[in-house]
Nanobody, 127 residues
Framework: QVQLVESGGGLVQAGGSLRLSCAAS????????MGWFRQAPGLEREFVAA????????YYADSVKGRFTISRDNAKNTVYMQMNSLKPEDSAVYYC????????????????????WGQGTQVTVSS
């Protein structure tokens, strides 16, 4: 069991930056692959980025590649996402998610494969 709490969202102008954090409870954080998803009004939840248990492997949606960076600190039970060069189309509620098997099963892009979710944090990018 793990509980996830996101923070760091807010309102930013286009071209600006934000850093999202997701703090996890429990002593087994390092056994979970972690993902970030986002959902805009009227749209499905979409994959943004994921990171392997130890942090050595990262994965990104094409739409954010080169602008977003996912990282984790297992000693602090926290996963981060640095978001640079933000665009209005990045506006959404951002969720972090955890699962033990998504990377080994090849299903890290599928939100239904993640067992644990945070409550989300709103990111709004103004033009």
């Amino acid at each position: 069991q793990v509980q996830l709490v996101e923070s760091g969202g807010g309102l930013v102008q286009a071209g600006g930056s934000l850093r999202l954090s997701c703090a996890a409870s429990g002593r087994t954080f390092s056994s979970f692959a972690m993902g970030w998803f986002r959902q805009a009004p009227g749209l499905e939840r979409e994959f943004v980025a994921a990171i392997s248990r130890g942090g050595s492997n990262t994965y990104y949606a094409d739409s954010v590649k080169g602008r977003f960076t996912i990282s984790r600190d297992n000693a602090k039970n926290t996963v981060y996402m640095q978001m640079n060069s933000l665009k209005p189309e990045d506006s959404a509620v951002y969720y972090c998610a955890a699962d033990r098997r998504v990377i080994s099963s090849g299903s890290l892009y599928d939100p239904t494969e993640y067992d644990y979710w945070g409550q989300g944090t709103q990111v709004t990018v103004s033009s």
